[in-house]
C-alpha cells in the first residue's frame, strides 16, 4: 500500500510558477513510476506529467510542455512538478499517482493504469 500527499498549491499570477511536492509513503519509492494528472472544473481528469521509476523517463502532455518540469527524489520518497509560465487555464486540481512497474525505465501514462492517489492539491492562476 503506498499513501501519497501533495503539497505546494495555492494562488499565483499569470506568469508566475509553482512547485508542488507529492510524498509518497513505503520503502519501494523507486518502483513506482509516478504521474501527476490535473482536473479543471467542469473537465475530466487529464494527464499532465510522467516520471519512470528512475527517474530518467518522462513525458507531458503538449498543453504544459516547456513550461512544466517533471522530477524525483528517490531518497526522500518525493515527487515534483515545477510549474512555470502558468496561465489561466492551469487552473485545477492536481494529483499525484503512483503504479509499480517492474523495469525503472517504465512510464505510465494512463489514467486507468494508476493504482494509487494523492487528495490533490488546488492550483489557481488569476490573470
Known amino acids: 500500500q503506498v499513501q501519497l500527499v501533495e503539497s ?3 494562488l499565483v499570477q499569470a506568469g508566475g510558477s509553482l512547485r508542488l511536492s507529492c510524498a509518497a509513503s513505503g520503502r519501494t519509492f523507486s518502483s513506482y513510476a509516478m504521474d501527476w494528472f490535473r482536473r479543471a472544473p467542469g473537465k475530466e481528469r487529464e494527464f499532465v506529467a510522467a516520471i519512470s521509476g528512475s527517474g530518467r523517463t518522462t513525458s507531458y502532455a503538449d498543453s504544459v510542455k516547456g513550461r512544466f518540469t517533471i522530477s524525483r ?11 512555470n509560465s502558468l496561465k489561466p487555464e492551469d487552473t485545477a486540481v492536481y494529483y499525484c499517482a503512483a503504479v509499480q512497474v517492474p523495469l525503472s525505465t517504465i512510464i505510465v501514462v494512463n489514467l486507468d493504469k494508476m493504482n494509487y492517489w494523492g487528495q490533490g492539491t488546488q ?3 488569476d490573470s
Open 8 to 10: 505546494g498549491g495555492g
Open 73 to 83: 527524489d528517490n531518497a526522500k520518497n518525493t515527487v515534483y512538478l515545477q510549474m
Open 123 to 125: 492550483v489557481t492562476v
